[in-house]
């Protein structure tokens, strides 16, 4: 999954960014609003974290915006306000969800697959192809009776083939949702990930499809 955090205190963005990259996901950080409508208006995020006090404005306007231009991805709103009211007027400008500061990081992440299950129709993280059962909170990949831990860029590449499953991603796109802006990745990159879970999927229903000059796509035999 690949987030993008808004928040203009560099210690705590640097904390949460820590965080989520140690879970395996990509993270891009912008400290002000133009930054961050510049990242949305280029990139493609699964998740936003969104403070509200920024230096070029309020977070409620580019919240606003993110919902007028029809952009469905989840935000999550870190706020030091507390009063029901303003949380109230949050969720109804678009928020998918909040959380007041100071906050623990773990309840944050916890949260932040909440909201990702909810985006995706699945209240559950365990997901059951076939004979292929794949838990993106623990890691585990289950092939046939057999628990396969997966190193973190293999669970998230995983988790991204699951969750579109039928389309196809090229290798550009592919390195564009699981790595930072600021990554330094080459597309051999995403071949040596995709071997790997080739090999972890070996003998079961799915499989992951090469389609020449297009890219990848996980299909299901079943």
């Given at each position: 999954?690949?987030?993008?955090?808004?928040?203009?205190?560099?210690?705590?963005?640097?904390?949460?960014?820590?965080?989520?990259?140690?879970?395996?996901?990509?993270?891009?950080?912008?400290?002000?609003?133009?930054?961050?409508?510049?990242?949305?208006?280029?990139?493609?995020?699964?998740?936003?974290?969104?403070?509200?006090?920024?230096?070029?404005?309020?977070?409620?306007?580019?919240?606003?915006?993110?919902?007028?231009?029809?952009?469905?991805?989840?935000?999550?709103?870190?706020?030091?306000?507390?009063?029901v009211s303003d949380r109230i007027g949050l969720l109804?400008?678009?928020?998918?969800?909040?959380?007041?500061?100071?906050?623990?990081?773990?309840?944050?992440?916890?949260?932040?697959?909440?909201?990702?299950?909810?985006?995706?129709?699945?209240?559950?993280?365990?997901?059951?192809?076939?004979d292929v059962e794949f838990d993106a909170v623990s890691?585990?990949?289950?092939?046939?009776?057999?628990?396969?831990?997966?190193?973190?860029?293999?669970?998230?590449?995983?988790?991204?083939?699951?969750?579109?499953?039928?389309?196809?991603?090229?290798?550009?796109?592919?390195?564009?949702?699981?790595?930072?802006?600021?990554?330094?990745?080459?597309?051999?990159?995403?071949?040596?990930?995709?071997?790997?879970?080739?090999?972890?999927?070996?003998?079961?229903?799915?499989?992951?499809?090469?389609?020449?000059?297009?890219?990848?796509?996980?299909?299901?035999?079943?």
């Amino acid at each position: 999954m690949k987030y993008l955090l808004v928040e203009d205190n560099l210690e705590l963005a640097e904390a949460v960014s820590s965080r989520i990259r140690l879970d395996g996901h990509a993270v891009d950080h912008a400290a002000k609003i133009a930054d961050a409508t510049a990242f949305v208006d280029t990139g493609e995020y699964d998740l936003i974290l969104l403070d509200i006090m920024l230096p070029d404005g309020d977070g409620r306007t580019f919240l606003k915006q993110h919902r007028d231009r029809k952009n469905l991805t989840p935000v999550i709103v870190l706020t030091a306000r507390s009063q029901v009211s303003d949380r109230i007027g949050l969720l109804d400008l678009g928020a998918d969800d909040y959380l007041t500061k100071p906050f623990d990081h773990a309840e944050l992440q916890a949260r932040c697959r909440a909201v990702l299950r909810r985006n995706a129709g699945s209240a559950q993280s365990v997901q059951t192809i076939g004979d292929v059962e794949f838990d993106a909170v623990s890691g585990h990949l289950r092939v046939n009776g057999t628990i396969i831990d997966l190193r973190n860029r293999e669970l998230r590449l995983l988790e991204l083939l699951i969750g579109n499953k039928g389309q196809v991603f090229s290798k550009q796109k592919l390195v564009d949702r699981l790595f930072s802006y600021d990554d330094d990745v080459s597309e051999n990159a995403i071949e040596v990930y995709i071997g790997r879970l080739r090999k972890h999927l070996e003998g079961s229903e799915v499989r992951i499809v090469t389609l020449r000059g297009l890219g990848y796509r996980l299909d299901h035999d079943g």
